[in-house]
């Protein structure tokens, strides 16, 4: 160390300082505390720590942003740049040329890219979103089948909603394979005509809850034909698979609690309902009861001849009208009749009576000749026996035939029991 040949001004000796601390270049490993970036600002200010250890640090506006990085509390970065010093506040910083995720840090930042692009898609819109179920039927679960969340759902299922019927699917839900086990869980799952599906696993690191926020998983999470219940980690952990989940729940206790009502609470919505029921059949009968009074007061039902009273009264109006009407109206035709012969000529007249003599005449005549007429004075007509034929020779006949006589009254069934061709003849 050199001594000073002289005595330095504070900014002599800070000037100083800042020129020594420039030749050093360093490359700092560190977890961002806090981040200024205000718009206007020509460098974006922040703070990394170890624990033990803070290190003030600035990256000029186009450095930071030739980054990429989106830098929020908690990162782990990776920054390279070199020391120096701010004269007029007298404090040291570093001045930093490069930054980049580093661990956690990269994969929070890989997490971020595909929520972007996932949200971008819709598929975290609460326009998506489902409505669970009231009163499920049938619960899916996938979840790891040794872990404690299974155990904290079952428990919570059987002390809530006991009635549901719980169908799980046992699955890895970390490690390398954890991603396609789990899509193919919730596919499963899927096809058996559940109500619900919950996805749930215990709490672990971030590393540990990396396949929740898998883009596959996600879009298997959308593609499920239930409402689906993420139950994953613990309060403060959310993934992917929460954010495009129907609802998102803190815990695998949650989860199941959000599905399922608790037993009281059914069992107050049944009592409340029935209370209504058992209200608006009363009142039912009450308006029922109240009705039929009204109609039995009612003259028509206790008297039936008050139904047909007008009905009755109308007919006898007419009756009477009728009675009226008809004796005068044949006295008028008979007048008018009666006008008419006066008013004919006479030679029409006598023609007519001539016509009315000639037809009584041919009737007589026709009375004479009908057989009918004949029969009348004793004769009879003989048919064979079918009735379609009449007999004219007693040669047609044998002894035996049966044969029908048309008499002048009726019809006789006759056995012929003998013939005599040549006195019939004769």
């Known amino acids: 160390m ?18 020594a601390l420039e030749h050093l270049a360093l490359r700092v490993i560190g977890e961002v505390s806090e981040v200024t970036d205000r718009p206007g600002y020509k460098a974006v200010y922040f703070t990394l720590g170890d624990g ?17 990085v989106t830098m929020r509390a908690g990162m782990l970065v990776e920054v390279t740049g070199g020391m120096t010093a701010y004269a007029a506040k007298g404090r040291m910083q570093f001045q930093v ?8 840090g990269v994969l929070r930042m890989q997490v971020a890219a595909v929520a972007r692009k996932l949200e971008a898609e819709g598929l975290m819109g609460p326009g998506r979103k489902r409505d ?3 009163y499920p039927d049938r619960i899916g679960l996938v979840t790891s089948p040794r872990g404690k969340a299974v155990h904290d759902v079952i428990r919570t299922l059987r002390r809530r909603y006991p009635a549901a019927e719980l169908v799980v699917a ?44 898998d883009e596959a998983v996600a879009r298997a999470i959308a593609a499920c034909p239930a409402p689906v219940v993420t139950g994953i980690g ?13 609802v998102r729940a803190s815990t695998p206790t949650a989860a199941a609690e959000a599905v399922a009502p608790a037993t009281q609470e059914v069992e107050a919505r049944f009592a409340g309902a029935g209370a209504l029921l058992a209200r ?30 007008t009905p009755a009264q109308r007919l006898d109006l007419a009756a009477a009208g009728l009675d009226r009407a008809l004796p005068g109206c044949l006295s008028r035709e008979r007048e008018r009749l009666a006008y008419a012969r006066l008013s004919l000529p006479r030679a029409a007249r006598e023609n007519l009576l001539r016509r009315s003599e000639q037809e009584r005449l041919m009737a007589a ?55 005599d061709q040549e006195e019939t003849d004769g």
Not at 195 to 212: H, K, N, Q, T
Not at 398 to 411: A, E, M, Q, T, W
Request: glycine share 10%; aromatic share 4%; with cysteine.
């Open 170 to 213: 046992g699955v890895p839900v970390e490690g390398v394979a954890a991603v396609a086990h789990i899509v193919d869980g919730l596919r499963r799952i899927g096809e058996e005509g559940v109500d619900v599906i919950i996805l749930a696993r215990g709490g672990g690191s971030y590393e540990d809850l990396m396949p929740f926020n």
């Open 234 to 246: 613990h309060e403060p952990d959310t993934t992917i698979a929460d954010m495009v989940a129907d």
């Open 52 to 68: 033990a250890s803070v290190l003030p640090c600035l990256a000029w506006r186009d450095v930071f942003d030739s980054c990429g």
């Open 365 to 419: 005549r026709l009375a004479d000749l009908s057989p009918l007429g004949i029969l009348g004075r004793g004769y009879a007509v003989c048919y064979d026996e079918s009735g379609r034929r009449v007999v004219r020779s007693a040669g047609e006949l044998r002894p035996g035939d049966r044969v029908r006589v048309r008499l002048h009254r009726g019809l006789a069934g006759c056995l012929v029991e003998s013939v």
């Open 97 to 104: 040329r490069s930054i980049a995720a580093a661990g956690e």
């Open 132 to 134: 669970l179920p009231p």
């Open 2 to 19: 050199i001594e000073p040949t002289r005595a330095l001004t504070v900014s002599e000796a800070m000037f100083a300082a800042k020129r």
């Open 280 to 309: 608006s059949l009363r009142h039912a009968a009450q308006r029922a009861s109240h009705r039929l009074e009204s109609l039995s007061g009612r003259p028509v039902l206790s008297d039936p001849r008050t139904l047909l009273a």
